[in-house]
């Protein structure tokens, strides 16, 4: 596609419920990030993938939050027995990761604006 | 410490003005990236600019400029000819270690909101 598509934008859930989130990566790009915005704050890693190799997950506050990019393109986030305090903005982006492109810029999708009741 | 710090919680521009968003890093890699981007009221994030350590020129991009100041660890983001558009939060964030070292996560200040008047 054209940019990072995520979805749902929206997701309202009650407490300890689960949720996934899902990303669709720029078509091409190597790298898969996500991040976590809260209201009035800059984004915040979670974790990131090369093609379907989870390189970095130091950003995931427990192990109630977990990632996967099985074929190395569509990523999921998923949150387990999601709690009040899981209510955020969840951010993916995409990058070329390639050596030659020093810049790596990442691009962002819209968001999904998670709600927890 | 605040690896990217950004002072100015809010601006206002008058239109056709120019305007400086502040950001100061803190970093101790000599190998490192600084970007910008822009989220609107929409809530998108907009890549605006990209700066790298090593470059020797500061970064330009249209109406977009990097005034970047290595020695004083600083990134600030220059709009000229402010347009109603602009009127956004504005992100100052940094990549860490030479490219694909460290993961290239992002690390992001806490965000300037921009307002321009007509």
């Known amino acids: 596609g054209a940019g990072v598509s995520q979805s749902p934008r929206y997701k309202v859930t009650k407490r300890g419920q689960d949720v996934a989130l899902r990303c669709d990566p720029i078509?091409?790009?190597?790298?898969l990030y996500w991040y976590r915005q809260a209201l009035g704050q800059g984004p915040e890693f979670l974790t990131y993938?090369?093609?379907?190799?989870?390189?970095?997950k130091s950003g995931l506050p427990n192990d109630r939050f977990s990632a996967e990019r099985p074929e190395g393109s569509i990523s999921t986030l998923t949150i387990q027995r999601t709690e009040q305090r899981d209510s955020a903005m969840y951010r993916c982006?995409?990058?070329?990761?390639?050596?030659?492109?020093?810049?790596?810029?990442?691009?962002f999708g819209a968001g999904t604006r998670l709600s927890v009741l | 410490a605040q690896k990217i710090t950004q002072t100015q919680p809010g601006m206002f521009v008058q239109e056709k003005e120019a305007v400086t968003l502040d950001c100061t890093y803190d970093t101790s890699d000599p190998s490192y990236g600084l970007f910008w981007y822009k989220q609107p009221s929409s809530g998108e994030m907009i890549f605006l600019i990209y700066?790298?350590?090593?470059?020797?020129q500061n970064a330009t991009e249209g109406r977009y400029s990097l005034n970047f100041q290595k020695a004083r660890k600083s990134a600030n983001l220059v709009i000229s000819a402010s347009q109603l558009g602009d009127s956004a939060m504005y992100f100052c964030a940094m990549r860490e270690g030479p490219f694909g070292e460290y993961g290239n996560k992002l690390v992001f200040g806490a965000g300037t909101i921009l307002r321009v008047k007509s």
């Open positions: 700066q790298g350590s090593y470059d020797q």
């Open positions: 078509s091409g790009h190597v790298s």
């Open positions: 982006a995409s990058s070329l990761e390639r050596q030659d492109l020093a810049k790596n810029i990442q691009y």
């Open positions: 993938f090369n093609y379907e190799a989870q390189q970095d």
